[in-house]
Each structure stands twice: as C-alpha cells, then as structure tokens.
T-cell receptor, first 109, second 120 residues
Framework: KNEVEQSPQNLTAQEGEFITINCSYSVGISALHWLQQHPGGGIVSLFM???GKKKHGRLIATINIQEKHSSLHITASHPRDSAVYIC???????????FGTGTSLTVIP | GAGVSQSPRYKVAKRGQDVALRCDPI?????LFWYQQALGQGPEFLTYFQNEAQLDKSGLPSDRFFAERPEGSVSTLKIQRTQQEDSAVYLC??????????????????FGSGTRLTVV
C-alpha cells in the first residue's frame, strides 16, 4: 500500500548545498502538499501544488502530473532547514490524504 | 486561537485503559481531520469532519476508535481499551474551506503539534 514514495529517506548536507527531495505517487490527485515537520512534531504546510512550479524564498516545488512526480528543492541550505519533509497527496476521488514516510534532512554548519 | 491546539501533548496509558484526545481547530475552520502517525512513518488518515458531520471515517482502524465534533468546533478522538499498537502520534488538522470545494491556491491546512500516545 505505498501510494506515495519519497526519496531519499535520510539526507545530510553541508550548509550552502542545493538539496532535492523527490516524491512519486500512484493515485490520481487533486493536489500535492509538501510539509515540514520539526522535532517537536509540529507540521507546517510549505506548498500546495496542482501543476507547474511554486517558489517561496529558498524553497522551490515542482510537479509533473503526467509522470506523477514532484520535487522539493532547497537552495543555499541552512542548519535551520533541518527537519523531516513529508510529501502528501490528496486523492481526486475523496477527501483522504496519503502521506510519504518523510525525508529526514540534516544540514551541517 | 492562532493555531490548532491539541491536548494533552503526551499521554501514557495502561493497556486496556480508555483515552480521549482533544483538538481545538482554528476558529471558524470548517474541515477537521485526524491522522495517526506511527514512529518513522508518515501520517495516516483516520477521519474527517465537515462542521459537525463526520463525512469519512474509513481510516479508523477498529471500532475501538471513535471521533466526534458535536458543535462543529472542538473534536475529540476516543480510543477504548487501548492496545500497544495504538501507540503513535495523533495529529489533527483543520482547514477553513469545505474539503469538497474546488481546489484553490490559498486553500491550506494547519496542523496541530499532535498528541503522543504511549500504551504500556
């Protein structure tokens, strides 16, 4: 039952590196979310995509609907970007979200 | 309030005990979701409310799990006769719009910090 697959599972980067996290999904979707979860457990919604590309500060999210694939990019990474990044899709036939298992990112100064 | 508030933050229950987890969504938010997140896993959908109506409870793992939102604001997730496999973080999320509405660019979800339930 893995409707959403993320890679890599764990990622360690040096400060300043360009980071890419990938998400593939197998169901038809109405939207894809990228979420950020900090060690305390709180989740913040970073992006919501249904097509194309969105940019917010150093974060860029892209989606290819035909290929059922999305990427989250972080430019000029910083230690405060260290968190778990979760890809979630909302299936177009219901109200459910399906979540990836997350990518644990550690940015080293 | 400013965000989605969940309580308690941590709960330790003895196996067989009943527990109640509370979610206070952002005032006026129509949609409310409960998710279960096991250690090292992504959240999994449990149930969804639109105002006071529970429109989808297909994710509840057994009849020991029960959720309610009687006045369309605060929601309670109750787990009866807890078992060790119920140990997880229970997340609540709310949204200002109807989940069935046409998707809009500013249609966002806010998550609470979760309740970490440990059954011993």
């Amino acid at each position: 039952k893995n409707e959403v697959e993320q890679s890599p599972q764990n990622l360690t980067a040096q400060e300043g590196e360009f980071i890419t996290i990938n998400c593939s999904y197998s169901v038809g979707i109405s939207a894809l979310h990228w979420l950020q979860q900090h060690p305390g457990g709180g989740i913040v919604s970073l992006f919501m995509l249904s097509s194309g590309k969105k940019k917010h500060g150093r974060l860029i999210a892209t989606i290819n609907i035909q290929e059922k694939h999305s990427s989250l990019h972080i430019t000029a990474s910083h230690p405060r970007d260290s968190a778990v990044y979760i890809c979630a899709v909302r299936q177009n036939t219901g109200n459910q979200f399906y979540f990836g298992t997350g990518t644990s990112l550690t940015v080293i100064p | 309030g400013a965000g989605v508030s969940q309580s308690p933050r941590y709960k330790v229950a003895k196996r067989g005990q009943d527990v109640a987890l509370r979610c206070d969504p952002i005032s006026g938010h129509v949609s409310l979701f409960w998710y279960q997140q096991a250690l090292g896993q992504g959240p999994e959908f449990l149930t969804y409310f639109q105002n006071e109506a529970q429109l989808d409870k297909s994710g509840l793992p057994s009849d020991r799990f029960f959720a309610e939102r009687p006045e369309g604001s605060v929601s309670t997730l109750k787990i009866q006769r807890t078992q060790q496999e119920d140990s997880a973080v229970y997340l609540c999320a709310s949204s200002p719009r109807w989940a069935g509405a046409i998707y809009r660019a500013n249609y966002g979800y806010t998550f609470g910090s979760g309740t970490r339930l440990t059954v011993v």
